[in-house]
């Protein structure tokens, strides 16, 4: 299995500055063929499901504000929140989907300071 | 909008056989893949498996001796039956699509909570 490993597990960060989730996978999820990088970023809000934010590591959602951006390849990837808003309190996941079992990171959770 | 919804039993007892089924509406089953994810309270994202819209079925090595899923595309559901449960098969159980070649899941149920308990 491709092991997803998050950092930090927990992350305060005030209102307006910029919040940085990093996502590290076990093996490379850049797919030669087609150049393109097999991860995905959720934000799970309190009592609701994910919610997809970006793809193919830094393609955002279509309505996802564009604040959000991920960026990285192979085997190191970010999530960037430029200007931290309240409405982004929440848990961030990423994910692997370059092989099955799909796996996830065990979510890094964003509190504002 | 594609929208998913569980239903099934909040509450199984050990050993026996949970069962749950995801009704979808404002889209086609047709062309994509249909997940099982699941979430212990207070914890990460597993996925569990899923049944593409012609039958074909993939799922965790983990959970795969366990694990029955099935797809009715005449009636826009699908289903999860995972036996043998114990308590540490209680968690939020979440049906999700994956698109095929895209591969991300993009559409989520509200998810449902089993509990697994005499």
């Known amino acids: 299995d491709i092991v997803m490993t998050q950092s930090p597990d927990s992350l305060a960060v005030s209102l307006g500055e910029r919040a940085t989730i990093n996502c590290k996978s076990s093996?490379?999820?850049?797919?030669?063929?087609?150049?393109?990088?097999?991860l995905a970023w959720y934000q799970q809000k309190p009592g609701q499901p994910p919610k997809l934010l970006i793809y193919?590591?830094?393609t955002r959602e279509s309505g996802v504000p564009d604040r959000f951006s991920g960026s990285g390849s192979g085997t190191e990837f970010t999530l960037t929140i430029s200007s931290l808003q309240a409405e982004d309190v929440a848990v961030y996941h990423c994910q692997q989907y370059y092989d099955t079992p799909y796996t996830f990171g065990q979510g890094t959770k964003l509190e504002i300071k | 909008q594609v929208q998913l919804q569980e239903s099934g039993p909040g509450l199984v007892k050990p050993w026996e056989t949970l069962s749950l089924t995801c009704s979808v509406s404002?889209?086609?089953?047709?062309?994509?893949?249909w997940n099982w994810i699941r979430q212990p309270p207070g914890k990460g994202l597993e996925w569990i498996g899923y049944v593409y819209y012609n039958g074909k079925t993939n799922s965790a090595p983990s959970l795969k001796s366990r694990v029955t899923m099935s797809v009715d595309t005449s009636k826009n559901q699908f289903s999860l039956k995972l036996s043998s449960v114990t308590a540490s098969d209680t968690a939020v159980y979440y049906c999700?699509?994956?698109?095929?070649?895209?591969?991300?899941?993009?559409?989520w149920g509200q998810g449902a909570l089993v509990t697994v308990s005499s």
């Open positions: 404002g889209g086609p089953m047709t062309g994509y893949y």
């Open positions: 093996q490379n999820l850049l797919y030669t063929s087609n150049n393109k990088d097999y």
């Open positions: 193919w590591a830094s």
């Open positions: 999700v699509r994956l698109g095929d070649g895209d591969y991300y899941f993009d559409y």
